[in-house]
């Protein structure tokens, strides 16, 4: 196994695109430390993306922030900018493992791992964040929702990395959060996940929604009939309940060591409807 | 020794709370663990495992990984001569096996050498040929009659003929008339529950260092509970004399009962032997839950009687356990512990040890006995329930003390239950509200505790200082106490007194730091060595002042004349004693050699207050308080932690933590992710209530504290949650996706 | 003579009895003329046999003293955890 | 198979050493720099026994690679005493006993260090979350907890 560390990313690139055998990213680390050391991966090339200028920074850019791929979570839950713009962006971010993770695992690392229960991804693709890919011929953008093709598999060709992650503004009177279910209280991979954005109008009624739920089918879920439940409400009791409903049947999960079929079905929409009341408040909305 | 007035003695040093002489090690990282020492021109070993869980071994071609270069040693069973005794054979067995894999993770091969990265790659050009058989690994499915054969032709002569196969033990303990004492019941209450096999979870992985000399001389450092059971075990698998064999007990990163045997041990020395360099052998985390022992998974059926007024008339329980792939007979503890803190005039419990393709089991403190206090405590507050009865008053009315005929035989004699009870009662937290979704549960539970075979040696240095040389590796602060004994006994400073662990060449025989032992029977040695020391240095004060040793006396830390018509003589303190013991005798030692019985059991009381989420079924502990009897806490602190921990560890047992296997019979949940152990912000504080009821046994009234914390909790919590969403739950952990389809059958 | 308790399992062999009389004054005493009036005991005893003599719990000290009137019951030898 | 040859700073001091690529930094720390204070309780990051601080973050160094060290600034267990005196959380973990078998207490202390810097006065909640990675087996936290306060508030007072 070589170890590289490329100062551009046009470098970072080719090198990844020119390895004929296994080639790896290597970001945060906290998850292909571990696949290396159970021999689940034996990559002949591993890139460390680290000591790419900009990719350790977090920058304003349009009303919201371009989030490098070299950023912690760690990093990221201490600014307060991106704290204040995207509070259900950070939350899904400082959940992953421990205190010791977040002081290396990247949101782009997590989403390029390609876990279905990746604690990242739902919010940002609630967020309608961007990613930011860097190839061996030039740049390109890709919503974070396409990125995700099934466990373990992601749409990037061989020799692209993810740069950064723009998270948009946010409109006026809009809010996020993002809520998971894990047996304990921290350290677990989520079991069932869910994560709202949404906007009120000056009444409080939701005006545009996204629910987005995390480990509950191959890859992440954008489930839309959830959104409508709360388009023209103020969350009653009804549209909660709806809401619920719609993210159950958009759940295709698996029965495993962490949970149920059932379970992941009926804690999903738990999960929504609670996650959907705390971005109601935060985006101003009484209930 | 100085009494109080009503005749109990006052202890300076028992009782406080002093730094423990290794404390400064382990704060700084000096402390050496087992995978902390290396040696010169030392080899890696590592142990190829078995992806099966039942199979038989066709062929195993190491040819290939011999070849490699930097590969030193290769050893599979054929190093190993057979053993005729089935204990010593099993061991073996399970270190490597032999013919036939009995479990995923089972040993098949192991290599050694000059890198990791060398011995991994070893291992994957070991070719092992397996015929896959049919496997079993749920207890009650192995004991059916067309369940899958494990091992044949194991059952001992307690198993009624035509048992299955996979059925090795049948025990059965009990008295009284119970067909009458059912008859006399306003209630009957019988239920059935079953608990998942939990591993004991220390953060150090196993690991060792062994060398052995051209000529047989074997040394080997590791992390264990029991240096001189190692060294018995690994010489009779290595075929040499135990006198060829030293091992050093490192500093242990936990144990719980899971290091009281060997598995890579024997390997690590059949590498050594063959490669004629030390090997070193670390297990990964992912073999320590594979093919180190978990305890055992139960299947339980409990049923009792009760009056209107909570009086149980009788009780019964057939307790199916399985130890894993190897005979094991913890169902005896269990079968006997099951209604130990009743007082009953008819109970029965009938136990069966049943094999199953899974790890072979290795105690886990109070080995048997949470499984079967977690059914009877269960079934005890459904019954409470049901009655509209307080569980405390029906524990109180029922409590076995002094005189009770116990469950398991003997009759008691003084025990800690009624004032554990009564603390309990007094104390705030009984009476404390409970919101919505919250419940409290009540938990009583014991544990027998041992005395063993246990040596302290005890030198008085020149200076006055005094060493104690005993030979049980220390998990929870056991040096601390033992010089706290110590230093009592000869009327000295704790801080004068440093104990430390010996390996098997610098004392006699230790059992293993097991069974709650170490506090009560080295203590017990400790003291009397001290005995032993301060008559020794009357005898030579007497010669001092030239008068009869039996006119001398050891009292507050010297010697003095034993009354008026001694002699007019200043007393001659330890250390002026001991800086002339040269010119009076020679060096002043004292020593205590014996097989300690007398232990006394410890009986703890549990409350625990949870909030179940009706939405997910997740359970939060909210508060949680142990009350223990300790006999006397010789270390409080260190007594609190031991209720602490058992507390918490049980709390993992009934919560999370499982051996999960599917269809297929391999182990899903290999690692710390997903084998689920309480993190710090699981929990909240744990209060320890000690109680100290004297152990007429030991001088000081010591009952071994380590392994009654565990006993009660998983009843704690699961009556906690039961009252807390109106359902019994009755198998464990009560995950989260459990309770919600508990409250989803509700309705 | 003293009168000794045996656990349930055991009793298959001594024809149903729970209780045994036996002339013996200590615990090594007890076990041979057990094994030498009950031969079913004998594979137990081999393998290991606590004494509980008066509540006092005896691993496998054979010259424990046993009294006529104490109170004697067999236990399993206990493995530890 | 070609080895990589690394400058770094361990506890203030200037060390060099040539690893594996694939070799991790705990593996270094412990095999070839001789320093055994961190343990490798899982190798996965899920028990924090080997955590130490890279470039003032904390970290589990089986989760790092050893080449990444290259210029960073690695703090472990050895370097939180000056000499033989020991750091406050050092001594109100022995005073406390906030340890039993000993084997997580290197991982906790750095832990805690790196919260106390962060938080001089955190919540008991606030240290639980903090050290939900650093897995203990034998005290049940309590003490732990109790540790890190009593050695917070003299941090605060001094």
């Given at each position: 196994?070589?170890?590289?560390?490329?100062?551009?990313?046009?470098?970072a690139?080719?090198?990844l695109?020119?390895?004929?055998?296994?080639?790896?990213?290597?970001?945060?680390?906290?998850?292909?430390?571990?696949?290396?050391?159970?021999?689940?991966?034996?990559?002949?090339?591993?890139?460390?993306?680290?000591?790419?200028?900009?990719?350790?920074?977090?920058?304003p850019?349009?009303?919201?922030?371009?989030?490098?791929?070299?950023?912690?979570?760690?990093?990221?839950?201490?600014?307060?900018?991106?704290?204040?713009?995207?509070?259900?962006?950070?939350?899904?971010?400082?959940?992953?493992?421990?205190?010791?993770?977040?002081?290396?695992?990247?949101?782009?690392?997590?989403?390029?791992?390609?876990?279905?229960?990746?604690?990242?991804?739902?919010?940002l693709?609630?967020?309608?964040?961007?990613?930011?890919?860097?190839?061996?011929?030039?740049?390109?953008?890709?919503?974070?929702?396409?990125?995700?093709?099934?466990?373990?598999?992601?749409?990037?060709?061989?020799?692209?990395?993810?740069?950064?992650?723009?998270?948009?503004?946010?409109?006026?009177?809009?809010?996020?959060?993002?809520?998971?279910?894990?047996?304990?209280?921290?350290?677990?991979?989520?079991?069932?996940?869910?994560?709202?954005?949404?906007?009120?109008?000056?009444?409080?009624?939701?005006?545009a929604?996204?629910?987005?739920l995390?480990?509950?089918?191959?890859?992440?879920?954008l489930?839309a009939?959830?959104?409508?439940?709360?388009?023209?409400?103020?969350?009653?009791?009804?549209?909660?309940?709806?809401?619920?409903?719609?993210?159950?049947?958009a759940?295709?999960?698996?029965?495993?060591?962490?949970?149920?079929?059932?379970?992941?079905?009926?804690?999903?929409?738990?999960?929504?409807?609670?996650?959907?009341?705390?971005?109601?408040?935060?985006?101003?909305?009484?209930? | 020794?100085?009494?109080?007035?009503?005749?109990?003695?006052?202890?300076?040093?028992?009782?406080?709370?002093?730094?423990?002489?290794?404390?400064?090690?382990?704060?700084?990282?000096?402390?050496?663990?087992?995978?902390?020492?290396?040696?010169?021109?030392?080899?890696?070993?590592?142990?190829?495992?078995?992806?099966?869980?039942?199979?038989?071994?066709?062929?195993?071609?190491?040819?290939?990984?011999?070849?490699?270069?930097?590969?030193?040693?290769?050893?599979?069973?054929?190093?190993?001569?057979?053993?005729?005794?089935?204990?010593?054979?099993?061991i073996?067995?399970?270190?490597?096996?032999?013919?036939?894999?009995?479990?995923?993770?089972?040993?098949?091969?192991?290599?050694?050498?000059?890198?990791?990265?060398?011995?991994?790659?070893a291992?994957?050009?070991?070719?092992?040929?397996?015929?896959?058989?049919?496997?079993?690994?749920?207890?009650?499915?192995a004991?059916?009659?067309?369940?899958?054969?494990?091992?044949?032709?194991r059952?001992?002569?307690?198993?009624?003929?035509?048992?299955?196969?996979?059925?090795?033990?049948?025990?059965?303990?009990?008295?009284?008339?119970?067909?009458?004492?059912?008859?006399?019941?306003?209630?009957?209450?019988?239920?059935?529950?079953?608990?998942?096999?939990?591993?004991?979870?220390?953060i150090?992985?196993?690991?060792?260092?062994?060398?052995?000399?051209?000529?047989g001389?074997?040394?080997l450092?590791c992390?264990?509970?029991?240096?001189?059971?190692?060294?018995?075990?690994?010489?009779?698998?290595?075929?040499?004399?135990?006198?060829?064999?030293?091992?050093?007990?490192?500093?242990i990163g936990?144990?719980?009962?899971?290091?009281?045997n060997?598995?890579?041990?024997?390997?690590?020395?059949?590498?050594?032997?063959?490669?004629?360099?030390?090997?070193?052998?670390?297990?990964?985390?992912?073999?320590v839950?594979?093919?180190?022992?978990?305890?055992?998974s139960?299947?339980?059926d409990?049923?009792?009687g009760?009056?209107?007024?909570?009086?149980?008339?009788?009780?019964?329980?057939?307790?199916?356990?399985?130890?894993?792939?190897?005979?094991?007979?913890?169902?005896?503890?269990?079968?006997?512990?099951?209604?130990?803190?009743?007082?009953?005039?008819?109970v029965?419990?009938?136990?069966?040890?049943?094999?199953t393709?899974?790890?072979?089991?290795?105690?886990?403190?109070?080995?048997?006995?949470?499984?079967?206090?977690?059914?009877v405590?269960?079934?005890?507050?459904?019954?409470?329930?049901?009655?509209?009865?307080?569980?405390?008053e029906?524990?109180?009315?029922?409590?076995?003390?002094?005189?009770?005929?116990?469950?398991?035989?003997?009759?008691?004699?003084?025990?800690?239950?009624?004032?554990?009870?009564?603390?309990?009662?007094?104390?705030?937290?009984?009476?404390?509200?409970?919101?919505?979704?919250?419940?409290r549960?009540?938990?009583?539970?014991?544990?027998?505790?041992?005395?063993?075979?246990?040596?302290?040696?005890?030198?008085?240095?020149?200076?006055?200082?005094?060493?104690?040389?005993?030979?049980?590796?220390?998990?929870?602060?056991?040096?601390?106490?033992?010089?706290?004994?110590?230093?009592?006994?000869?009327?000295?400073?704790?801080?004068?007194?440093?104990?430390?662990?010996a390996?098997?060449?610098?004392?006699?025989?230790?059992?293993?730091?097991?069974?709650?032992?170490?506090?009560?029977?080295?203590?017990?040695?400790?003291?009397?060595?001290?005995?032993?020391?301060?008559?020794?240095m009357?005898?030579?004060?007497?010669?001092?002042?030239?008068?009869?040793?039996?006119?001398?006396?050891?009292?507050?830390?010297?010697?003095?004349?034993?009354?008026?018509?001694?002699?007019?003589?200043?007393?001659?303190?330890?250390?002026?004693?001991?800086?002339?013991s040269?010119?009076?005798?020679?060096?002043?030692?004292?020593?205590?050699?014996?097989?300690?019985?007398?232990?006394?059991?410890?009986?703890?009381?549990?409350?625990?207050?949870?909030?179940?989420?009706?939405?997910?079924?997740?359970?939060?502990?909210?508060?949680?308080?142990?009350?223990?009897?300790?006999?006397?806490?010789?270390?409080?602190?260190?007594?609190?932690?031991?209720?602490?921990?058992?507390?918490?560890?049980?709390?993992?047992?009934a919560?999370?933590?499982?051996?999960i296997?599917?269809?297929?019979?391999?182990?899903?949940?290999?690692?710390?992710?997903?084998?689920?152990?309480?993190?710090?912000?699981?929990?909240?504080?744990?209060?320890?209530?000690?109680?100290?009821i004297?152990?007429?046994?030991?001088?000081?009234?010591?009952r071994?504290?380590?392994?009654?914390?565990?006993?009660?909790?998983?009843?704690?919590?699961?009556?906690?949650?039961?009252?807390?969403?109106?359902?019994?739950?009755?198998?464990?952990?009560?995950?989260?996706?459990?309770?919600?389809?508990?409250?989803?059958?509700?309705? | 003579?003293?009168?000794?308790?045996?656990?349930?399992?055991?009793?298959?062999?001594?024809?149903?009895r729970?209780?045994?009389?036996?002339?013996?004054?200590?615990?090594?005493?007890?076990?041979?003329?057990?094994?030498?009036?009950?031969?079913?005991?004998?594979?137990?005893?081999?393998?290991?046999?606590?004494?509980?003599?008066?509540?006092?719990?005896?691993?496998?000290?054979?010259f424990?003293?046993?009294?006529?009137?104490?109170?004697?019951?067999?236990?399993?030898?206990?493995?530890?955890? | 198979?070609?080895t990589?040859?690394?400058?770094?700073?361990?506890?203030?001091?200037?060390?060099?050493f040539i690893?594996?690529?694939?070799?991790?930094?705990?593996?270094?720390?412990?095999?070839?720099?001789?320093?055994?204070?961190?343990?490798?309780?899982?190798?996965?990051?899920?028990?924090?026994?080997?955590?130490?601080?890279?470039?003032?973050r904390?970290?589990?160094?089986?989760?790092v690679?050893?080449?990444?060290?290259e210029?960073?600034?690695?703090?472990?267990?050895?370097?939180?005493?000056?000499?033989?005196?020991?750091?406050?959380?050092?001594?109100?973990?022995?005073?406390?006993?906030?340890?039993?078998?000993?084997?997580?207490?290197?991982?906790?202390?750095?832990?805690?260090?790196?919260?106390?810097?962060?938080?001089?006065?955190?919540?008991?909640?606030?240290?639980?979350?903090?050290l939900?990675?650093?897995?203990?087996?034998?005290?049940?936290?309590?003490?732990?907890?109790?540790?890190?306060?009593?050695?917070?508030?003299?941090?605060?007072?001094?």
């Amino acid at each position: 196994m070589r170890y590289a560390k490329p100062e551009t990313a046009t470098d970072a690139a080719r090198l990844l695109a020119a390895e004929p055998g296994v080639a790896r990213v290597l970001a945060g680390g906290t998850d292909l430390l571990v696949q290396l050391k159970a021999g689940l991966v034996e990559p002949d090339l591993i890139v460390d993306i680290k000591h790419i200028a900009g990719l350790r920074d977090i920058t304003p850019e349009a009303g919201g922030f371009r989030i490098g791929a070299a950023v912690s979570g760690a990093q990221l839950g201490e600014h307060a900018g991106v704290r204040a713009l995207w509070p259900g962006v950070v939350e899904g971010v400082t959940l992953i493992g421990s205190t010791q993770v977040q002081g290396r695992a990247t949101m782009a690392g997590n989403l390029c791992n390609g876990s279905p229960a990746a604690d990242s991804v739902p919010a940002l693709v609630a967020a309608g964040a961007v990613a930011q890919i860097a190839g061996p011929d030039g740049a390109r953008d890709c919503p974070v929702l396409e990125i995700p093709l099934g466990p373990g598999r992601i749409a990037l060709a061989k020799g692209e990395i993810i740069i950064s992650i723009l998270l948009p503004a946010r409109p006026a009177r809009s809010g996020d959060a993002y809520l998971r279910f894990t047996p304990r209280s921290e350290m677990d991979i989520g079991v069932a996940s869910a994560a709202v954005a949404l906007t009120l109008d000056d009444g409080g009624r939701v005006v545009a929604a996204r629910v987005v739920l995390g480990a509950v089918a191959p890859t992440v879920r954008l489930v839309a009939p959830a959104a409508e439940a709360l388009i023209g409400t103020r969350l009653e009791d009804g549209a909660l309940a709806a809401l619920a409903a719609a993210c159950s049947a958009a759940c295709s999960p698996i029965d495993d060591k962490r949970g149920t079929i059932a379970f992941r079905t009926e804690v999903a929409g738990v999960l929504a409807r609670r996650a959907a009341v705390i971005a109601y408040h935060r985006a101003g909305g009484r209930k | 020794m100085a009494l109080d007035p009503t005749g109990k003695r006052i202890f300076k040093v028992v009782g406080t709370r002093p730094p423990r002489p290794d404390g400064i090690d382990k704060v700084t990282g000096r402390a050496l663990y087992g995978a902390d020492v290396s040696a010169p021109g030392m080899l890696v070993g590592r142990i190829l495992r078995s992806p099966h869980p039942h199979a038989t071994i066709v062929a195993i071609d190491t040819s290939a990984a011999l070849a490699l270069a930097g590969v030193k040693a290769v050893v599979t069973a054929a190093d190993f001569a057979p053993q005729t005794d089935p204990t010593l054979r099993d061991i073996q067995d399970n270190c490597m096996a032999r013919g036939t894999v009995l479990y995923d993770g089972h040993a098949v091969a192991a290599v050694a050498a000059t890198t990791a990265a060398i011995a991994r790659a070893a291992l994957k050009l070991i070719k092992v040929t397996y015929a896959p058989l049919p496997h079993v690994t749920d207890v009650d499915a192995a004991m059916r009659a067309d369940a899958p054969v494990v091992q044949a032709g194991r059952a001992l002569e307690s198993v009624p003929a035509g048992m299955p196969d996979n059925v090795t033990h049948r025990c059965e303990f009990g008295h009284g008339d119970l067909d009458a004492a059912f008859g006399g019941a306003d209630l009957i209450v019988a239920r059935s529950f079953t608990t998942a096999a939990t591993h004991q979870g220390y953060i150090e992985p196993h690991a060792c260092l062994a060398s052995m000399t051209g000529d047989g001389k074997g040394d080997l450092w590791c992390c264990t509970q029991g240096q001189f059971n190692v060294r018995t075990i690994c010489a009779a698998l290595l075929g040499i004399e135990a006198s060829q064999l030293r091992v050093t007990a490192s500093e242990i990163g936990g144990g719980f009962g899971g290091k009281t045997n060997v598995f890579i041990e024997p390997v690590a020395l059949a590498l050594a032997r063959k490669s004629g360099r030390p090997v070193k052998i670390v297990m990964a985390r992912d073999e320590v839950f594979r093919a180190t022992g978990p305890t055992v998974s139960s299947s339980i059926d409990v049923k009792i009687g009760m009056t209107k007024s909570g009086r149980i008339t009788a009780a019964e329980a057939d307790l199916r356990y399985s130890g894993g792939a190897f005979p094991c007979l913890t169902i005896e503890m269990g079968a006997q512990a099951a209604f130990a803190a009743y007082d009953l005039a008819a109970v029965r419990t009938i136990g069966w040890n049943v094999l199953t393709n899974r790890p072979k089991e290795a105690a886990y403190r109070a080995p048997g006995a949470p499984q079967a206090i977690y059914a009877v405590e269960s079934v005890i507050d459904e019954a409470c329930q049901k009655l509209g009865l307080d569980p405390l008053e029906v524990r109180l009315i029922n409590a076995a003390k002094k005189g009770t005929k116990s469950s398991y035989g003997p009759t008691f004699d003084d025990i800690g239950l009624l004032a554990t009870l009564n603390a309990a009662k007094a104390h705030p937290h009984y009476r404390a509200p409970l919101g919505p979704h919250q419940g409290r549960g009540l938990s009583a539970g014991f544990w027998f505790n041992f005395g063993g075979n246990t040596c302290v040696s005890l030198n008085v240095n020149t200076d006055g200082t005094v060493g104690v040389t005993e030979g049980n590796p220390d998990i929870g602060g056991s040096r601390a106490a033992i010089s706290q004994m110590a230093a009592e006994e000869l009327g000295i400073p704790y801080a004068q007194v440093r104990t430390m662990i010996a390996d098997t060449a610098s004392l006699g025989y230790n059992d293993v730091t097991d069974g709650s032992r170490v506090t009560f029977a080295v203590g017990l040695a400790t003291i009397k060595a001290a005995q032993d020391a301060t008559r020794k240095m009357c005898a030579r004060a007497a010669r001092i002042w030239g008068i009869d040793p039996e006119a001398v006396e050891w009292v507050d830390g010297a010697a003095v004349p034993a009354g008026p018509n001694a002699g007019k003589f200043p007393p001659l303190t330890l250390a002026e004693i001991a800086a002339v013991s040269f010119q009076t005798g020679g060096p002043i030692a004292g020593h205590h050699e014996f097989n300690a019985d007398g232990a006394g059991v410890s009986f703890g009381v549990h409350l625990c207050d949870v909030e179940v989420d009706p939405e997910t079924g997740a359970t939060k502990v909210l508060r949680y308080t142990v009350f223990q009897d300790a006999g006397r806490a010789v270390h409080p602190a260190y007594v609190e932690g031991q209720m602490q921990g058992g507390a918490v560890q049980g709390i993992g047992w009934a919560l999370n933590e499982e051996y999960i296997y599917g269809p297929d019979g391999r182990l899903q949940n290999a690692g710390f992710l997903d084998y689920r152990v309480p993190v710090a912000s699981d929990l909240p504080m744990i209060e320890a209530v000690i109680l100290e009821i004297p152990n007429p046994g030991h001088p000081y009234g010591v009952r071994g504290v380590g392994e009654t914390p565990i006993v009660p909790p998983l009843a704690a919590v699961s009556n906690a949650v039961s009252r807390a969403i109106g359902v019994r739950m009755n198998r464990l952990p009560m995950s989260p996706p459990r309770v919600l389809a508990a409250l989803g059958a509700k309705g | 003579m003293v009168t000794v308790t045996i656990w349930g399992n055991l009793r298959a062999y001594t024809d149903g009895r729970a209780t045994l009389e036996v002339e013996a004054a200590s615990f090594k005493q007890l076990l041979d003329r057990l094994a030498l009036d009950y031969p079913g005991l004998r594979p137990q005893i081999a393998r290991g046999v606590s004494l509980a003599l008066d509540g006092r719990i005896y691993r496998e000290a054979w010259f424990t003293p046993i009294k006529p009137d104490s109170e004697v019951v067999l236990m399993p030898y206990m493995a530890g955890g | 198979m070609k080895t990589i040859h690394v400058a770094t700073t361990v506890n203030g001091d200037a060390v060099e050493f040539i690893c594996a690529p694939e070799e991790s930094l705990l593996d270094v720390l412990r095999n070839r720099l001789g320093l055994t204070g961190a343990k490798e309780g899982c190798g996965s990051g899920d028990c924090g026994a080997c955590s130490i601080t890279l470039d003032g973050r904390l970290v589990c160094s089986c989760l790092v690679l050893a080449a990444e060290a290259e210029g960073a600034e690695i703090g472990t267990i050895e370097g939180l005493a000056i000499g033989d005196a020991l750091h406050p959380l050092q001594q109100a973990f022995i005073d406390h006993a906030a340890l039993q078998c000993g084997i997580c207490t290197p991982g906790i202390l750095v832990a805690a260090k790196a919260l106390l810097e962060r938080n001089p006065d955190p919540t008991d909640t606030e240290i639980r979350y903090w050290l939900a990675g650093n897995l203990c087996r034998c005290t049940g936290y309590d003490k732990i907890i109790r540790a890190v306060q009593d050695a917070a508030k003299k941090m605060r007072a001094a």
